[in-house]
């Protein structure tokens, strides 16, 4: 086992490794900038290290600052979190070129599923499930057009290299296809430096629907079920529950078997997730994510199982502690995400906490780096917490994270809060029934964000 990591990240993903670490008795370093240097996870960590100014790319993207910070320190390993450098090949490579263990997948595994089109044919062959689309990257608009046809509109264009949301355009009919077809590209060329598109059917009403799943490395892996994260905003989730409303035993047991087939074959190591667009009863990948999802906690709720000292675990070469038949679901868990945003129009809102409290009692955790006094700075994701709720059922669930949003207090800056207080009377959120495309049209209707 590792005596000290290095967590190289940030906020409430930090602190959350600090305290896996710290209940396996392993010292941990932080790095930070300079804008955050009182932070939560500075304080807690048994060490810190200043790696740069508030920019990101100067010290966060900085993999030789953290390289440094490692050897400065004297920590084995290092825990990337998510965001930042966590699927990044190079970096992997780097961390491993320098005899340190990356807590994480392979640099392969991340370069396979980092792109979208060497993902889905992977997919494929492992016997995976995958929406009908094109079979690499299309190169012109004259072949975006006969697909568009081939397929039938509508259509959506990703960006190979995408995420978050970028480069990722739908085109209803064949007038949209050059406008869709060519923002795509462009946002692609200038988000990740790679202008390469492909074709995909675009399903009208899909749910997303995500499987867990956990491998050793050694051609061993399982998986912890599904999440469904169909409340997005511009293709960023806000709300997230396990299980799924609309996925039966049944389903559920038959796709992850199909998830942790896959996975055990490559041999992959550590967490990840298999995402999926869900409807009329069939599932469809759509990417691989390798790496711990923000949304982990509701796995771990209703699994009772600690994901981060899984992922530690099994990087120092230790077995995995469970294996299939050892999980089994308790009950039901939904997360939110709070932000520091302004209403209606979701613009980031930094400034200084004036009073913090976090809600408790039975079936609440709330994963924040927020205290009284701390200033939220500028530079970067306006996460700055999450609350997440567990029950004997969804109903129950439902209700206790009504009460908790009623007691979390978060004074001097907007949140996100005010959203969710609105979302739970709604009937449909209530019935889980809602997809992907439910809550931007619930925003445009209710609060005018287009």
């Known amino acids: 086992m590792f005596e000290k990591i290095l967590i190289a990240n940030r906020g409430e993903i930090a602190l959350r490794v600090v305290r896996a670490a710290r209940e396996m008795g392993i010292a941990t370093v932080a790095v930070h900038s300079t804008a955050d240097s009182d932070a939560m996870h500075v304080r807690m960590a048994d060490e810190s290290v200043c790696i740069g100014p508030p920019s990101g790319a100067q ?11 490692c050897e400065v320190t004297g920590a084995e390993a290092i825990h990337p979190g998510y965001g930042f450098l966590s699927e990044n090949a190079g970096f992997v490579q780097v961390v491993e070129d320098h005899d340190l263990t990356f807590i994480g997948p392979t640099a392969e595994h991340i370069r396979i599923m980092g792109d979208k089109i060497t993902a889905k044919d992977t997919m494929k062959k492992l016997g995976v499930p995958c929406v009908p689309g094109s079979d690499g990257g299309v190169a012109t608009l004259e072949e975006a057009k006969r697909l568009g046809e081939d397929m039938g509109y509508p259509v959506i264009i990703k960006a190979t290299a995408g995420g978050g949301g970028r480069g990722m355009k739908v085109a209803q009919n064949a007038g949209e296809m050059e406008k869709a077809f060519l923002t795509a590209r462009a946002e692609g060329k200038s988000n990740f430096g790679n202008d390469e598109v492909y074709i995909e059917k675009y399903l009208t009403t899909p749910r997303h629907i995500e499987i867990q799943v956990f491998g050793d490395g ?11 994260c169909s409340l997005q905003r511009r ?33 992959y190591t550590g967490a990840g997730t298999i995402e999926f667009l869900y409807e009329n009863g069939e599932f469809y990948f759509i990417e691989m994510n390798t790496r711990l999802q923000v949304e982990h906690p509701v796995t771990e709720a209703i699994f009772g199982v600690d994901l981060v000292r899984e992922q530690i675990r099994v990087a120092s070469g230790m077995e995995m502690s469970f294996q299939q038949e050892d999980l089994t679901i308790n009950g039901h868990s939904i997360e939110v995400r709070i932000n520091a945003e302004k209403l209606p129009n979701f613009a980031p809102c930094p400034g200084r906490i004036t009073q913090y409290h976090a809600p408790g009692g039975l079936g609440v955790r709330m994963d924040s780096a927020l205290y009284d006094g701390y200033s939220i700075p500028p530079y970067y994701d306006s996460l700055i917490g999450k609350l997440i709720v567990h029950g004997r059922d969804r109903p129950e669930a439902l209700a206790r994270l009504n009460r908790a949003l009623g007691e979390l207090i978060v004074d001097g800056v907007d949140t996100t809060v005010p959203l969710f207080h609105a979302l739970l009377q709604e009937e449909d959120v209530l019935t889980g029934n809602y997809n992907i495309h439910w809550l931007e049209h619930w925003l445009e209707t209710n609060l005018g964000d287009g």
């Open 218 to 228: 050694k051609g061993r892996a399982v998986h912890l079920g599904e999440r469904d």
């Open 235 to 267: 293709h960023q989730k806000v709300f997230e529950e396990a299980p799924g409303p609309a996925i039966s035993a049944e389903e559920r047991a038959a796709i992850g078997k199909v998830c942790s087939d896959a996975v055990a074959r490559i041999n």
């Open 59 to 69: 010290s966060y993207l900085s993999v030789p600052a953290i390289i440094a910070a």
